[in-house]
T-cell receptor
């Protein structure tokens, strides 16, 4: 069946270091992926997305890498800051048609130590 | 995301009471969703609506009902609240016109059923 999971439930880094959060997916038909950030007491916030015809996409301090061969997704955060502390989770979707469903991972808690 | 608002933000109710959670959006999106989030279980879809006349059950719809009063408004009702419905509830929206299922979330409603 479909699944979206995370390799590490928690990640602790020092301020200024780079962070890498990983996600595995099993549905080879998925062709669109999203990373969300959820701070304590808030709703999930869209960070960055990537389509399956790409293997890398960059945003402001964030980069998403997609390896379709091993069905792996990662989020890299450069120069991690205390404000980056949150739960990060990935979501996958098969775009096109009436497919609505995002399948969400359970999340990784990122803690940034000053 | 201020474009998606939820009321109330916090609610305490008693077993057996009927309550309604409301969601409004100014994003102009046609699709709206209700999720619940529980520790360790991630986001689970309760109901979704592709337009005003379209309502669909998600994976955990038992004990819930919804109403899409307008394109911008989607409410969730608990017909007879029970303690295991204590959770964090999120509304989300997406735009089918983009061809991508990027969902944008509201700030959430924290519900406690005694």
């Amino acid at each position: 069946g479909e699944s979206v999971g995370l390799h590490l439930p928690t990640l602790s880094v020092q301020e200024g270091d780079n962070s890498i959060i990983n996600c595995a997916y099993s549905n080879s038909a998925s062709d669109y992926f999203i990373w969300y950030k959820q701070e304590s007491g808030k709703g999930p916030q869209f960070i960055i997305d990537i389509r399956s015809n790409m293997d890398k996409r960059q945003g402001q301090r964030v980069t998403v890498l997609l390896n379709k061969t091993v069905k792996h997704l990662s989020l890299q955060i450069a120069a991690t800051q205390p404000g980056d502390s949150a739960v990060y989770f990935c979501a996958e979707n098969r775009s096109g048609g009436s497919n609505y469903k995002l399948t969400f991972g359970k999340g990784t808690l990122l803690t940034v130590n000053p | 995301d201020a474009d998606v608002t939820q009321t109330p933000r916090n609610r305490i109710t008693k077993t057996g009471k009927r309550i309604m959670l409301e969601c409004s959006q100014t994003k102009g999106h046609d699709r709206m969703y209700w999720y619940r989030q529980d520790p360790g279980l991630g986001l689970r879809l309760i109901y979704y609506s592709f337009d005003v006349k379209d309502i669909n059950k998600g994976e955990i719809s038992d004990g819930y009902s919804v109403s899409r009063q307008a394109q911008a408004k989607f409410s969730l009702s608990l017909e007879s609240a029970i303690p295991n419905q204590t959770a964090l509830y999120f509304c989300a929206t997406s735009d089918s016109g983009t061809g991508l299922e990027t969902q944008y979330f509201g700030p959430g409603t924290r519900l406690l059923v005694l």
